[in-house]
Every structure is written in structure tokens, then in C-alpha cells.
């Protein structure tokens, strides 16, 4: 519950300090920490065994939420990249730019992935993989996601528009929820599959 309440008071932090519609710039934190703090991140936590808010239901219900949140997560993002496409002369000219566009993309590519899982039956006659290691290929890459999200998220907290804006405890307090969060995703995913990769012990003679 306490990541559920950090990713919350976070990405409400930045959209009160962003206030949108002040500025065409002010949509693009307003969209990419809703895209990535809240519904990517629960989009994980669907599956969590001890933070999860939908633990009741049944898997297959899981997976249709996780879908959908993730689906509206890089919808959000793109979103929140063409805005700041539009409204900047320099694109893409810092690290947090460049990563960011990477992350994107890179999110974008996973919802795919995650809809060759969800529709198995269609995306076997293309995909040489079986559903087992297709679920945990998109898992581990889900990590690999999240760690650009937490890095993106990161690196803004650098940038000129924050420092201008978020100083002293508020900026520490930004930087360890972005932190906890990314924690989180990675222990979770981590800890369901980190077993799978453990070498069997050698038979005895």
C-alpha cells in the first residue's frame, strides 16, 4: 500500500506544480507521470502478491486490467511526447530527451509484446515460443522497461523546467518516491522469476 500511496502523492506533486493547461509545455509532465508513475507502475502491480489492489480477482481478470492500464499508460506517453514535440525548438537534446524518447518506444514495443502473451492463440503461428517462456521474456523485459521509466523519471528531475520549480525536501522527497517505485517493479518482477533462472543442483552419482 505505501508504494500505491507514494506513486499517487508523487505524480500528484508534479501535476499541482505543473498545472495544466497553464501552458502547452505543462501537458507534457502532466501526461508522462500519469503515463508512467501511475498507470504503467499499477499496470504492474496488477500481479503483486503483497501490493496488489485487485487481488481478489481471477488471473484472467488481472490480465485484462494490467492490458488495459498499460494500453492507456502508452497512450498517455505519446501523447506527452507529441506535446513536447511540438512546443520546443530543441528536441530531444538532453539526456532526459533522448532517454525519454527511448523509453517511449521501447513502451510501446512492450505493450506489443504483452499482446502476443494475452492473445497466445493468434501470435503462436508467428512466435517459435512456448506461452511459459513467452510470459517470462515479456516479464524480464517489463524490468528492462521500468528501469528506463526510472531513469527518465530521474534525469528530470534535472532538468531546468523542475529545478525552477521543485527545490530543496520537495525535490529529495521526488527523487525517493521515483526511487521506491522503481524498487518495487524490480523486486516484484525479480522475485517471481529470479527462482526460474537458478541452475538445477547437479544429480548425485
Given at each position: 500500500?505505501?508504494?500505491?500511496?507514494a506513486a499517487?502523492?508523487?505524480?500528484?506533486?508534479?501535476i499541482?506544480?505543473?498545472?495544466p493547461?497553464s501552458?502547452?509545455?505543462?501537458?507534457?509532465?502532466?501526461?508522462?507521470?500519469?503515463?508512467?508513475?501511475?498507470?504503467?507502475?499499477?499496470?504492474?502491480?496488477?500481479?503483486s502478491?503483497?501490493?496488489?489492489?485487485?487481488?481478489?480477482?481471477?488471473?484472467?481478470?488481472k490480465v485484462?486490467?494490467?492490458?488495459?492500464l498499460?494500453?492507456?499508460?502508452?497512450?498517455?506517453?505519446?501523447?506527452?511526447?507529441?506535446v513536447?514535440?511540438?512546443?520546443?525548438?530543441?528536441?530531444?537534446?538532453?539526456?532526459?530527451?533522448?532517454?525519454?524518447?527511448?523509453?517511449?518506444?521501447?513502451?510501446?514495443?512492450?505493450l506489443?509484446?504483452?499482446?502476443?502473451?494475452?492473445?497466445?492463440n493468434?501470435?503462436?503461428r508467428?512466435i517459435?515460443?512456448?506461452?511459459v517462456?513467452?510470459k517470462?521474456?515479456?516479464a524480464?523485459?517489463?524490468?528492462a522497461?521500468?528501469?528506463l521509466v526510472?531513469?527518465?523519471?530521474?534525469?528530470?528531475?534535472?532538468?531546468?523546467?523542475?529545478?525552477?520549480r521543485?527545490?530543496?525536501f520537495?525535490?529529495?522527497?521526488?527523487?525517493?518516491?521515483?526511487?521506491?517505485?522503481?524498487?518495487?517493479?524490480?523486486?516484484?518482477?525479480?522475485?517471481?522469476?529470479?527462482?526460474?533462472?537458478?541452475r538445477?543442483p547437479?544429480?548425485?552419482r
Open positions: 500500500m505505501v508504494a500505491h500511496v499517487l502523492l508523487f505524480c500528484a506533486f508534479i499541482y506544480v505543473a498545472v493547461g501552458s502547452l509545455f505543462s501537458w507534457h509532465p502532466t501526461l508522462m507521470v500519469l503515463a508512467y508513475a501511475l498507470m504503467m507502475f499499477e499496470a504492474v502491480l496488477v500481479f502478491r503483497h501490493s496488489s489492489l485487485v487481488e481478489g480477482l481471477s488471473h484472467s481478470v485484462t486490467i494490467h492490458w488495459s498499460a494500453s492507456l499508460s502508452a497512450i498517455l506517453a505519446v501523447g506527452g511526447l507529441a513536447k514535440e511540438n512546443n520546443q525548438k530543441q528536441h530531444f537534446a538532453t539526456w532526459h530527451g533522448l532517454i525519454g524518447l527511448v523509453t517511449v518506444g521501447y513502451s510501446c514495443m512492450q506489443m509484446g504483452g499482446a502476443s502473451v494475452k492473445y497466445y493468434l501470435s503462436s508467428f517459435k515460443m512456448r506461452l517462456d513467452l517470462m521474456t515479456h524480464v523485459s517489463g524490468v522497461a521500468f528501469t526510472t531513469a527518465t523519471l530521474m534525469l528530470a528531475l534535472y532538468s531546468n523546467w523542475v529545478s525552477e521543485i527545490k530543496g520537495a525535490w529529495y522527497a521526488c527523487a525517493m518516491a521515483v526511487s521506491w517505485v522503481g524498487m518495487v517493479v524490480m523486486n516484484q518482477v525479480t522475485e517471481k522469476y529470479a527462482s526460474r533462472f537458478r538445477k547437479a544429480a548425485r
